[in-house]
């Protein structure tokens, strides 16, 4: 049996937290990509994604 994701349940929520792109973004910090990756000579595998007590995420990534 498939299961799929009822998006109602989430929309009617009541914990939803409007806010603009802009304001959301504001924190992101972009990955310096190695030149490697830009020209496509090795590509990027994320090996973890963890949460931090402060409310941020790691990520670890590994080029291959």
Known sequence: MA???DLNKLK???SQVKMS???SLKDVT???W???VLDGA???EIT???SRDDGKAGV???YV
């Open 30 to 32: 972009p990955f310096k």
């Open 12 to 14: 009617n929520r009541k």
């Open 3 to 5: 299961r799929s994701l």
């Open 34 to 36: 190695p030149k490697e």
């Open 21 to 23: 792109t802009e304001e």
């Open 48 to 50: 973890d994604i963890t």
């Open 42 to 44: 090795k590509r990027v």
């Open 60 to 62: 670890k990534i590994k």
